[in-house]
């Protein structure tokens, strides 16, 4: 059974400063999900990663997959309050098997 | 507007009732997948339909049923109620997971 793991769960930061969110993940998979949701909103898409060594970037947050070390890292650079929210992964491990979710960060930019 | 409608936004319901949560897909998106969020479990997934069959179910209780019709839109339907089926349903749509999953804005259900 594929199991995602997130950590912090819970994080606070200071606006400017840089932050990782990381997502584990027990079974092979090529295909990882960010998600960004606030909150009573619906989830909005952030990236999707299909491969090895994949990175991407939007304004502040940058995410990568290492699908060797089953790892997923979202990065946050000098971050600020409109980025607080809950981040979630979410592993897509191919066939019928449905998407799985990590329990999420809630971020909370403070000035 | 991510393109996947839900209906109704909100309902109100007493224990022992049933409700039907309505999904309509993004156009050309074959499938549908509803997934629960409740605060002490997250996101539980419950069950994906692609173009009309089943496909996978998840930890779906015998009280909840769904359907994707010919015109793809899906409903979940949720019978005798209990306090614990509070929570956010969402459905989600996708063409091909290498695209990605689109959410809609979700049904929020609370039982009194």
């Known amino acids: 059974e594929l199991k995602v793991e997130q950590n912090p769960l819970f994080l606070s930061m200071q606006e400017g400063k840089n932050y990782t969110i990381y997502c584990n993940y027990s079974?092979?998979?090529?295909?990882l999900y960010w998600y960004r949701q606030d909150p009573g909103k619906s989830l909005e898409s952030l990236f999707v990663?299909?491969?090895?060594?994949a990175v991407k970037q939007e304004g502040r947050l940058m995410a990568s997959l290492d699908t060797k070390a089953r790892l997923s890292t979202l990065h946050i650079t000098a971050a600020v309050h409109d980025l607080s929210a809950t981040y979630f992964c979410?592993?897509?491990?191919?066939?019928?098997?449905?998407?799985?979710f990590g329990k999420g960060t809630r971020l909370s930019v403070i000035a | 507007d991510s393109g996947v409608t839900q209906t109704p936004k909100h309902l109100i319901t007493a224990t022992g009732q049933r409700v039907t949560l309505r999904c309509s897909p993004r156009?050309?998106?074959?499938?549908v997948y509803w997934y629960q969020q409740s605060l002490d479990q997250g996101l539980q997934f419950l069950i994906h339909?692609?173009?009309?069959?089943?496909?996978a179910k998840g930890n779906i209780l015998e009280r909840f049923s769904a359907q994707q019709f010919p015109d793809l839109h899906s409903e979940l339907n949720l019978s005798s109620l209990e306090l614990g089926d509070s929570a956010l349903y969402f459905c989600?749509?996708?063409?091909?997971?290498?695209?990605?999953?689109?959410f809609g804005s979700g049904t929020r259900l609370t039982v009194v």
């Open positions: 156009s050309g998106d074959l499938s």
């Open positions: 990663l299909l491969s090895n060594g």
């Open positions: 079974t092979t998979s090529d295909r």
């Open positions: 339909y692609y173009n009309g069959e089943e496909r």
């Open positions: 979410a592993v897509d491990a191919g066939g019928n098997t449905p998407l799985v």
């Open positions: 989600a749509s996708s063409v091909d997971p290498n695209y990605g999953y689109t």
